[in-house]
C-alpha cells in the first residue's frame, strides 16, 4: 500500500478559547486530489497552515512526506508547493524575476521560470513588473510560484479565485497534470463545479469538524436522489415534471413522456455538493 504524503490524526489547534480545528484525520495519497470544502471559519485555512508549518498544532499529529509538519523542516518546505489566496508577490519585480527569487530560497540555481509562466499563460509577461498585472494575473502568478520547484505535495487555497472562465478550466488542466504525475494535491475551493471536476474524493469540514468524507460520487449516491427533469410544450407555454428515479412507478411514466410529441428536453439531475453540504449542516459553502 503506497504511503499517504499527507496523513492526519486527530489534529487539533485553539485561538485562545476557541477550538478552531477539532481532531480532524484524513490522508491524501500521492496523486490524489483533496477537495478540502467548508464556510468561511470553518477550519480550512488554519489547517492548511498547520499542514505547512505555518502554526503548531494544538495536538493531534500530522506528516507531510513523512515529515512532521510540527518541527518545521526545510526539507518538508523544499518539497511543498502552496497557493494561498493572499497576494504576497513582489510588485516592484518582473515574473520572472519573481519566480527566480522563490527559486533562490530552495537552492534553486536554474529554475525553469519560462516555462512555468507558459503554464499558466504568462510566458509573454514574463519581463513585466507584477504591479502592472491584474488580479487575475496575479493569481495566475501565485499559482506558478507553487510549481517552481516541482512540488511533490500542493496546497492550494482558491486556485482559480478571480480568473475568467478559459482561464481556470485551462489552470485546472495544469493541476490535474500536477496530480496525473504523483503529486498530492490539497484544494480548497468555493467553487462547486471545480471541486466536483478535480476531486477524487472531498472533505466538509464545518465547525472544524469534518463531517463527511468520500468520493463526489458516492456522497451524491448516499445523500441525494436521482430524478428525470422533463420539459413539455403545453400550449403556448411549458410545464415540468420531475420523475424520481428510485420510484419504480416512475419508469411506465418515462416511457410515456419519452414518445410524446409535446416532448422538449429531458435530462437527468441529480443532488449537487453544495445542496449535500447545506444537507449535513444547514449552511452554504460560501456562507
Known sequence: MTEAAISVQGLRYSYGDLEAVKGISFDVAPGEILGFLGPNGAGKSTTIKMLTGQLPPSGGSATVLGYDVGTGSSQMQARIGVCFEEKNLYVTMSAKENLEFFASLYGIKNPDADGVL?????????????????????????????????????FLDEPTDGLDPTTAAAIRTTIQEEADRGVAV?????????????????????????????????????YGSRSVKVRLRDGDGVREE??????????????????????????????????????????????
Not at 501565485?142 to 517552481?148: G, W, Y
Not at 471545480?194 to 460520487?217: C, H, K, M, W, Y
Not at 411506465?252 to 443532488?271: D, G, I, K
Open 186 to 222: 490539497l484544494l480548497t475551493t468555493h467553487d462547486m463545479f471545480e471541486a466536483d471536476q478535480l476531486s477524487d474524493r472531498v472533505a466538509f469540514i464545518n465547525g472544524g469538524e469534518i463531517v463527511a468524507l468520500d468520493t463526489p460520487e458516492n456522497l451524491k449516491l448516499a
Open 242 to 287: 420531475n420523475l424520481p428515479l428510485d420510484d419504480g412507478s416512475a419508469s411506465a411514466r418515462l416511457a410515456e413522456l419519452a414518445t410524446s410529441p409535446a416532448l422538449l428536453t429531458m435530462h437527468t439531475e441529480e443532488a449537487t455538493l453544495e445542496h449535500i453540504f447545506i444537507q449535513l449542516t444547514g449552511r452554504g459553502l460560501a456562507g
Open 118 to 154: 507558459r503554464r499558466v499563460g504568462l510566458a509573454d509577461r514574463a519581463t513585466d513588473r507584477v504591479k502592472t498585472f491584474s488580479k487575475g494575473m496575479r493569481q495566475r502568478m501565485m499559482i506558478s510560484r507553487a510549481f517552481i520547484n516541482t512540488p511533490d505535495v500542493l
